[in-house]
């Protein structure tokens, strides 16, 4: 089936410091990824929509200055956490959905820590 | 906007069928999710369910969907220890390609 790689599985950085995480799908191509970020005891709420060539659309609350997002091709995604403080520290997942739109394959998650 | 709701936690003995329900309120959606969070990982899609079908099997899992009430649930027979995770309803609303999710049932088996 549809992979989705996410790179790193965790990071740990300091405050202030900026901090990328990869999306790629290893077998298809995604014109469109989604960002997720998951609070401690919390569901996933959906951060970002990534689009290929175009910029990404945010959600409602979700700081675009802060949370970069690249689509630079139909295989990779990245989320860059610029300037990061403890409270971003989360867990942040990546998904794309295959053609057929049947599935959304995700990645298996960055743990980032911010301290 | 897409709302997707579900107990926050069930105990089970080992042995015994769980049954997770959820509810969501968007009438377009296509597909319907069922993933597992164990401690520390990722999501791993357990199964998934056209809005056209009530009932979906596959090995211990049955899940069963009743369109007109917007209700979903997800039947595990048999289990196990191993089934102790969170389980996250989900759904892909017609036309796009984003999943909401419901923000999980904590299942715990007790051996």
């Known amino acids: 089936g549809a992979v989705v790689s996410q790179h790193p599985s965790w990071v740990i950085c300091k405050s202030g410091t900026s901090v990328k995480i990869e999306c790629r799908s290893l077998d298809f191509q995604a014109t469109t990824m989604f960002w997720y970020r998951q609070f401690p005891k919390q569901s996933l709420m959906l951060m970002a929509t990534?689009?290929?060539?175009?910029?990404?659309?945010?959600e409602q609350g979700v700081e675009k200055d802060k949370f970069l997002i690249n689509h630079a091709s139909l295989t990779l995604s990245t989320l860059t956490v610029t300037s990061a403080h403890p409270e971003d520290s989360s867990f942040y997942i990546c998904?794309?959905?295959?053609?057929?739109?049947?599935?959304?394959?995700f990645g298996q998650g960055t743990r980032l820590t911010v301290v | 906007g897409e709302d997707v709701e579900q107990s926050l936690f069930l105990s089970v003995r080992e042995g015994d069928s769980s049954v997770i329900n959820c509810t969501y309120t968007d009438s377009s959606s296509t597909y319907l999710y069922w993933y597992k969070q164990e401690p520390g990982a990722g999501l791993q899609l357990l199964t998934y369910?056209?809005?056209?079908?009530d009932m979906k099997q596959d090995q211990r899992l049955t899940v069963l969907l009743n369109k007109k009430d917007k209700h979903l649930s997800l039947r595990i027979a048999d289990t196990q220890t191993g089934d102790s995770a969170i389980y996250f309803c989900?759904?892909?609303?017609?036309?796009?390609?984003?999943?909401?999710f419901g923000i999980g049932t904590k299942l715990q088996v007790i051996p």
């Open positions: 998904s794309a959905p295959t053609n057929q739109n049947t599935e959304a394959f």
């Open positions: 369910i056209f809005s056209n079908m």
């Open positions: 990534s689009n290929e060539g175009s910029k990404a659309t945010y």
């Open positions: 989900a759904e892909m609303a017609g036309g796009y390609q984003k999943v909401t």
